[in-house]
């Protein structure tokens, strides 16, 4: 017994559409522990990276995955570069940070 039915579909095939990053997870971390201002910045953009690669805009969609990644980049660099100074400030001027230290600690035997 032969199949009586034929089964055609069109099947219609999107054109391939680029994905750009977005960046997301390293703005959050960048806002969280780096600086704050160019992290809501970092946040803003990739989300309009998201919404670029939704609707298709892929030409906008790699500007802005590129913006996102040079500011990350610089958000990274100034707060890697601030907690540096920070600790090279607790380490060489510890007399700076005497008022914030307890009463206990500041009385040394000698």
Known sequence: ME???KMEEDVTVPP????ERTYLAWSIFN??????????????????TETANLIGNSARAKARSRLVKKLNIASSVIGIVFIILVIIIVVKMPQFFKPFLPLDQLKRPH
Do not use: E
């Not at 391939?16 to 994905?19: I, L």
């Not at 806002?31 to 309009?48: A, D, E, N, R």
């Open 3 to 5: 199949n009586d039915f």
């Open 16 to 19: 391939a559409v680029s994905r």
């Open 31 to 48: 806002t969280i522990f780096c600086c704050t201002s160019i992290g809501i910045i970092t946040i803003v953009f990739s989300l309009q």
